[in-house]
Structure formats: structure tokens, C-alpha cells
């Protein structure tokens, strides 16, 4: 059983991130399982996040759920859908996209500062993002700087490897903060399999490298709530989903993105 209290329901609106203990306990084995299946047989979308002679691995892979059928098994019969909805304080819940991250021991690149929705096709103040880790995580745990999702202006996105911007309009976005260096409060926690971080699609996060001798397995799940929208970018969106037929204003569409709840 998970437990939304009141309390984290005003946290996550206040800071933009709440740890929920124990989300996906329950499903260790078969999300891990899932993980080594979308190694194994990687999607079109996924990355090695490295460049020639940084050390370690650090693999990440999304929007695989329709052929993982771990991931759909978690996403449909697990309790996450209910715990958005409370977070987000909205009735329908609808999936967008799934991912994972591995980083191998010896990777001692960190995940670069960003916010999610920037890269997104969607946009609405009910959002949603659970990253949860499926190896017990001290120093390589997810990063996230609380209020940053209340910004006015968005965080500039940027291609992780290439350090490029991934739009051509960068005026319109704030650049890169660096959160310790500024002073900002940034909320981590160490985190047994199966907890959760969860935060909004505007929340400024990122991660610590993984140096230790230990994987660090993730799988994140993105879903969204009543208000969410479909909006045009000035790009290539990541993910792109090539062919949805969209409209600007639309609720996504339920053939591709399914509601989970209301």
C-alpha cells in the first residue's frame, strides 16, 4: 500500500518534488527485468550518453512501453496512477512516456541540469514525472531544485552530448543555472529499490555521475493530468512521435497515449 499524505500533496505543488517511499517496492524484480529486456533489444530512441574516452556506460532508451510488456504490466496494474492523480489534484491521468537510465559503475559523467518540458509536445501545471531507482542509491540519486517548476521563464534545453541547444529560438529560455554554485535548494534523498522521485515536468533536476562499484538501474514513467495540452515546439520534440496528427490545444490522443484513470 502506498500512502499519499495532505502533506506531500502540498509539498509536490509548493516544490515541485516529493519522494514517495516505496512506489513501485512491489515491482523490483519485474521492472528490472524489463530493463535488461530493453538493453538487450534496444528501441529507436536510444543513447550512449558518453563521449570516446569518458569512462563507464550510461545508457538511457524511452517510449518502449508497447513492446516491454514488464513496463505496461507496472504502468497498468501498479498503484502509480492513483498517486498522480492526488499529486497532480486531477481526476484523469493519461500516460505519456516511459524511460530508463542506466548508469554503469565507473560513470562518473552526471546527468546535465534540465528541465523536461521544455523538450515535450505538452504543456499543463498538471505533470507529473516518477524516476525510481532499482539499485539502492546513495551518491547517484536524482537532483531537483524545489520551486524551479514555478519559474517564469523556462530552462534552455540542450542536447546532453552534443551541448548544443536543441532549439533555434534560445532567447526565449533562461540559460543553464548551476544550482549549487547560485545557492538554489536542491532536494536529493538516498532511496531504496522501488522509491520514487516524483516532479513536475517544469522542476529543474539532474543527477550525480555513478563512481561507485554498483549499476544504477532507474525506470522513470511521465504522465499527465486534466489541463495537459498538446503545443507546437520550434523542433524535433523529444520524443518525437513522428506522425501523431495533432492539433495545438488537444488533449493528447488515447489510441496513442492511454488514460490510466478518470
Known amino acids: 500500500m502506498v500512502t499519499v499524505t495532505e502533506q506531500m500533496v502540498q509539498d509536490y505543488q509548493r516544490d515541485g518534488v516529493v519522494l514517495v517511499k516505496g512506489l513501485w517496492a512491489d515491482w523490483v524484480e519485474v ?14 530512441y536510444a ?20 513492446r516491454i510488456p514488464e513496463f505496461e ?10 498517486v498522480a ?37 505538452v504543456e499543463g501545471r498538471q505533470t507529473v514525472s516518477f524516476w525510481s531507482p532499482l539499485d539502492p542509491v546513495r551518491e547517484a540519486s536524482l537532483r ?49 529499490p522501488g522509491d520514487a522521485v516524483a516532479f513536475n515536468y517544469r522542476t529543474l533536476h539532474g543527477a550525480r555521475g555513478n563512481e561507485t562499484a554498483q549499476r544504477r538501474r532507474a525506470f522513470s514513467l511521465r504522465l499527465v493530468g486534466g489541463d495537459a495540452r498538446y503545443v507546437e515546439r520550434p523542433g524535433r520534440t523529444s520524443p518525437p512521435y513522428p506522425g501523431h496528427g495533432m492539433q495545438p490545444g488537444q488533449r493528447l490522443r488515447e489510441d496513442w497515449f492511454p488514460v490510466l484513470r478518470g
Open 73 to 82: 504490466q507496472v504502468i497498468r496494474q501498479s498503484a502509480v496512477a492513483d
Open 144 to 192: 531537483c531544485v524545489a520551486g524551479s517548476h514555478l519559474w517564469e521563464k523556462e530552462v534552455l534545453p540542450t542536447r546532453w552530448l552534443a551541448e548544443t541547444s536543441f532549439y533555434p529560438d534560445s532567447e526565449k529560455y533562461m540559460p543553464v543555472p548551476d544550482p549549487d554554485a547560485e545557492g538554489m535548494r536542491v532536494m536529493e534523498w538516498e532511496m531504496e
Open 47 to 66: 543513447a550512449e550518453n558518453l563521449k570516446p574516452g569518458e569512462g563507464g556506460r550510461f545508457f538511457d532508451d524511452y517510449c518502449n512501453w508497447t
Open 85 to 121: 492523480a492526488k499529486l497532480m489534484g486531477s481526476a484523469r491521468v493519461q500516460l505519456f512516456h516511459d524511460h530508463v537510465l542506466v548508469k554503469e559503475p565507473g560513470t562518473s559523467k552526471p546527468t546535465p541540469w534540465h528541465q523536461d518540458g521544455p523538450y515535450y509536445f
Open 31 to 44: 521492472l528490472r527485468d524489463g530493463v535488461a529486456r530493453n538493453m538487450a533489444e534496444p528501441g529507436p
